[in-house]
């Protein structure tokens, strides 16, 4: 498949068959999260694979914030997850004594590992949802994840249940967005 079409194939999938996504397959996507550029380098992720029941329920739980709230009420459905956890980054001391702030660049690092992990998904055949909201305490207390070592997204991953079912983008338009040479 061409990246366009890649780009326009791509959406969120919020209900997933009953089938088990691969080890092969989980480890494949880590990959393009570990192929990531990022600020100096620093590769401050660290990608925790989630296929097991118990602890497919244990991520469920922890999708699941004060008051019950959750970005993800269909996660029951969805086969593994990868959680994408900042870690310290050891920046350059040029970066470090401008920004006074090692982790200046991690978020969006993070963000980029994501995508890049979402296409090596979709050429597997799978499909995708980035969950932002969790509860990190439930996060550290399920996992072990140390404290400090932030979950920034959740990436759901399975086999799409929805069918035909390609929706609109809804996205603003490229003039609302691009402007040239100055700001407008
Ligand atoms: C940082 C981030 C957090 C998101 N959190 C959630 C979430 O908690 N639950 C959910 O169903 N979708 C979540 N999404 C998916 C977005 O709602 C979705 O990408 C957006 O509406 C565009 O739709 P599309 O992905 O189908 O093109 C998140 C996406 C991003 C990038």
Redesign the pocket.
């Known amino acids: 498949m061409k990246f366009e079409e890649m780009l326009l194939k ?3 999938c ?1 209900a997933y068959q009953d089938r088990a996504v691969s080890r092969e397959d989980l480890l494949k996507i880590c990959e393009a999260g570990r192929l990531t550029p990022s600020g100096c380098n620093a590769q401050p992720w660290k990608f925790m694979i989630v296929d097991e029941s118990e602890a497919r329920a244990k991520m469920c739980d922890a ?1 699941t914030v004060e008051g019950g709230k ?3 009420p ?1 996660g029951k459905s969805c086969p593994a997850f990868i959680a994408l956890v900042e870690q310290k980054a050891d920046v350059k001391p040029l970066v470090l004594d401008y920004y006074k702030d090692s982790q200046v660049f991690a978020q969006g690092d993070i ?1 980029m590992a ?1 995508m890049n992990m979402c296409y090596q998904a979709m050429e597997l055949g799978l499909s995708t ?5 969790n509860d990190q305490q439930k996060m550290e207390s399920s996992f072990g994840i140390p404290e400090g070592a932030r979950v920034r ?1 959740v990436l759901a991953i399975g086999y799409s249940a929805e069918k035909n079912t390609m ?1 609109p ?2 996205r603003k338009s490229l003039d609302e967005i691009v402007c040239i040479n100055k700001w407008s």
């Open positions: 791509r959406e969120s919020r999708l959750t970005g993800a269909w963000g994501c949802c980035v969950i932002g909201l997204m929706r983008k809804i």
